[in-house]
């Protein structure tokens, strides 16, 4: 059976940049609070005619150049988003046509945060069964269109942007293993409340915005990080001290903080983001993956833990050698 492994990584971040003072000027908040509450300083934010497809067509485009291969040679597109751009067809496949690919599938996943990692599983799987040869996931949201710009307890954390990697079959070992969890009891605890079948319009009035209880997130986050670490670790037989690099999804300074500790890893091992791109949900995981391959940071033969939880609730992590 092939492994798989990671051959291309490409990101992309709007041009708009809305720093926490900017906020101050519109909401009740404080630049103070924000960074030590948070660790964000600022964010990106698409245009208005930017939509998720775009920002991931060049992201995409990006990772494509990046693995040096055909854009033919994609046969499947597994694409993260919670802000697709149409209610149908998937994004994904608003994707595909836009690159010109002419074959294959392409399907959207919707796992919010946690939505990159489970694309990651999906492909991970296809090409270990021999279903596709060359995955193309994608994580890409436009969280700006479903934040409430009056409410302060989301608005100062979101932002937009989109990451992409090509996952290839392989001689050589890459992904190590994958790990998918979901809690559909905690649906409440992070949710946009509205939605096509429940009469979109009729209930909000077309406002559908993010409803958070922050203080159980976090919570909840830190221990399922915890967990899914050593779930992920003891099957493979992993000490800690074997990792060269954490990505975590980029919600919280705090919350990496105390994932790194739990690892006993400096923060220099760590990839970090969330301080100038905020939280962009799917998105976070592979912008900040090939923001450390292209500085250098993360190198080929190295071992990295990715970590992601997020509404659902979800979390999920993959073990891969890069
Ligand atoms: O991808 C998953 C997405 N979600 C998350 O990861 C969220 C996880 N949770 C968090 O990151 C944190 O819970 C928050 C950053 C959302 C909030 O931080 P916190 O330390 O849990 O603050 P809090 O909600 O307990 O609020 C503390 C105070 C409150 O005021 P009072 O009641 O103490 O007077 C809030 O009203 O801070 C107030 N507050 C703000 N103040 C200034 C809430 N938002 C703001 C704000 N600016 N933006």
């Not at 926490?20 to 519109?26: H, R, V």
């Not at 030590?36 to 934010?45: A, F, L, P, S, V």
């Not at 597994?78 to 697709?84: D, F, G, K």
């Not at 293993?177 to 909000?204: F, K, M, N, R, W």
Request: proline fraction near 2%.
């Amino acid at each position: 059976m092939p492994h798989s492994r990671i051959v291309g990584t490409g990101s992309y971040l709007p041009e708009k940049i809305v720093s926490n003072k900017d906020l101050e000027a519109t909401i009740d908040t404080s630049d103070e609070w924000i960074r030590e509450r948070t660790g964000i300083r600022c964010r990106h934010i698409a245009a208005d005619d930017e939509k998720t497809s775009d920002m991931a067509v060049i992201a995409a485009r990006r990772a494509i150049e990046a693995a040096g291969i055909d854009v033919q040679e994609i046969d499947l597109i597994v694409m993260a988003t919670t802000t697709p751009d149409k209610i149908f067809p998937s994004t994904a496949c608003i994707v595909q046509r836009k690159l010109g690919i002419e074959g294959g599938a392409a399907f959207d996943v919707q796992a919010v945060c946690s939505g990159f990692v489970y694309g990651l599983d999906i492909a991970h799987r296809f090409i270990k069964t021999g279903g596709a040869k060359t995955v193309l996931v994608i994580g890409a949201e436009t969280m700006s269109r479903i934040v409430d710009w009056q409410d302060r307890s989301t608005a100062v954390l979101f932002g937009d942007g989109a990451g992409a990697v090509i996952l290839q079959a392989s001689e050589e070992e890459g992904i190590v293993s994958t790990h998918i969890h979901s809690d559909g009891s905690l649906e409440e605890t992070l949710h946009v409340p509205y939605g096509v079948s429940q009469g979109y319009d009729a209930v909000c009035d077309g406002r559908a915005f993010i409803v958070m209880n922050g203080n159980t997130v976090f919570r909840k986050a830190v221990s399922m990080l915890g967990a899914i670490a050593r779930e992920t670790l003891d099957g493979n037989n992993i000490d800690k001290k074997d990792l060269d690099w954490l990505v975590p999804h980029q919600a919280n300074m705090r919350i990496i903080t105390a994932a790194a500790k739990k690892f006993g890893l400096p923060m220099e091992r760590v990839v970090v983001t969330v301080d100038t791109h905020a939280n962009t949900s799917a998105a976070s995981i592979p912008l900040a993956l090939d923001i450390a391959v292209r500085d250098g940071r993360i190198k080929r033969g190295e071992l990295m833990l990715l970590e992601a939880f997020g509404a659902g609730l979800t979390w999920a992590s993959a073990l891969i050698r890069y």
